[in-house]
């Protein structure tokens, strides 16, 4: 089945750094993915949603210099925490929409990222 | 996007037993969906509903559409340890997917 690869499962890195994720889908295209971010024991929360070949469209609180993304080719998404800090360690799933031969549609996502910022 | 209503938010039960959980929302949803996460790990599709009333299995889940289109149930029968988990129940309106808070699910042997 249509599968989301999501890279790194997790990251450890330095308050300052800045920390790159990647989302590629394998044997189908992604014009577009959608990124979250979850905390412990909560919900998914959407952060934005990027198209191939355009801007990202962020949710409304989110910054976006901070949360450069990337959409350059119909197969990978690229989230980029830029200047990291302690609170932005946190659980950053993507998930691109699909639809199935049997006319369905939904949403598959990737085994998420764990940042952590120290 | 909005928030969904879910409940129970957490479950704790033996196994062999039935799971009732459901979601319900103010908007109508064209399409509900069923997720399971672990810990660590990204969502996974359980069940996909299309159509109002839509009643649809998979295995030992079942799960239904409302008539009113603004909220959906999940069952688990038989429960076995490996139920364990988190399930999001998630409505799409538009292109728009929005969560439930999960409800959090532990089986004892």
């Known amino acids: 089945g249509a599968v989301v690869s999501q890279h790194p499962s997790w990251v450890i890195c330095k308050s300052g750094t800045s920390v790159k994720i990647e989302c590629r889908s394998l044997d189908f295209q992604a014009t577009t993915m959608f990124w979250y971010r979850q905390f412990p024991k909560q919900s998914l929360m959407l952060m934005a949603t990027?198209?191939?070949?355009?801007?990202?469209t962020y949710e409304q609180g989110v910054e976006k210099d901070k949360f450069l993304i990337n959409h350059a080719s119909l197969t990978l998404s690229t989230l980029t925490v830029t200047s990291a800090h302690p609170e932005d360690s946190s659980f950053y799933i993507c998930?691109?929409?699909?639809?199935w031969g049997s006319g369905g549609y939904g949403y598959t996502f990737g085994s998420g990222t764990r940042l952590t910022v120290v | 996007g909005q928030q969904l209503n879910q409940s129970p938010q957490s479950m704790f039960i033996q196994e062999g037993e039935d799971v009732s959980m459901n979601c319900t929302s103010s908007s109508i949803f064209n399409t509900w969906l069923w997720y399971k996460q672990d810990p660590g790990e990204g969502p996974v599709l359980l069940i996909a509903l299309y159509k109002a009333g839509e009643l649809t299995s998979n295995g030992r889940l079942t799960a239904q559409f409302g008539i009113t289109r603004k909220d959906s149930f999940l069952n688990i029968s038989a429960s076995i340890p490996s139920d364990v988990g988190i399930y999001f129940c998630a409505g799409i309106s538009g292109y728009a997917l929005n969560f439930g808070k999960g409800t959090s699910l532990l089986v004892t042997p």
């Open positions: 990027s198209n191939e070949g355009s801007k990202a």
């Open positions: 998930s691109a929409p699909l639809e």
